[in-house]
């Protein structure tokens, strides 16, 4: 989740939402990945999303597996690419109680009403993924403003 993190704070920098993300089988990093929609123009861009198909070029599959850490839990879209990528475990940091599409909103992915099923642990590193996320909106707002 460190390196989530690192990834998360890369596209805050970057004026993206920062969230981050990481995929490892057994304790080899996969791929990483930062937000980076408005970067690139493309709405799919998620953290997620990118990682995946970073890992999928890589290994030459489009069957992951592994482990993937995020520092915020992942939509709706996120989530059927997780499931469609056959990853065996999420872990994420903050949940998130607008979009989230493992545990807030829906429980795609433990509700084994799709082909697949992961592990999905929620709450790593909380504080800090929350308190990334926090800090990033609080500026923009102030910014906003007049």
Request: charged share 25%.
């Amino acid at each position: 989740m460190e390196r989530a993190l690192e990834q998360a704070a890369d596209a805050g920098s970057r004026g993206e939402v920062p969230v981050g993300a990481v995929l490892a089988l057994g304790d080899k990093i996969i791929a990483q990945a930062g937000n980076s929609p408005i970067t690139v123009c493309d709405p799919t861009a998620h953290a997620e999303m990118t990682v995946i198909r970073d890992a999928s070029q890589k290994l030459g599959n489009y069957r992951l597996g592994g482990t993937l850490y995020v520092t915020l839990e992942p939509c709706l879209m996120c989530m059927g690419a997780i499931i469609h990528s056959r990853i065996e475990r999420l872990v994420f940091g903050a949940y998130d109680p607008k979009t989230g599409a493992a545990c807030s909103i829906y429980q795609i992915g433990s509700d084994r009403k799709l082909n697949h099923t992961l592990i999905i642990e929620g709450g790593l590193l909380e504080d800090r993924c929350g308190q990334i996320l926090r800090k990033f909106f609080r500026e923009r707002r102030s910014a906003a403003q007049p």
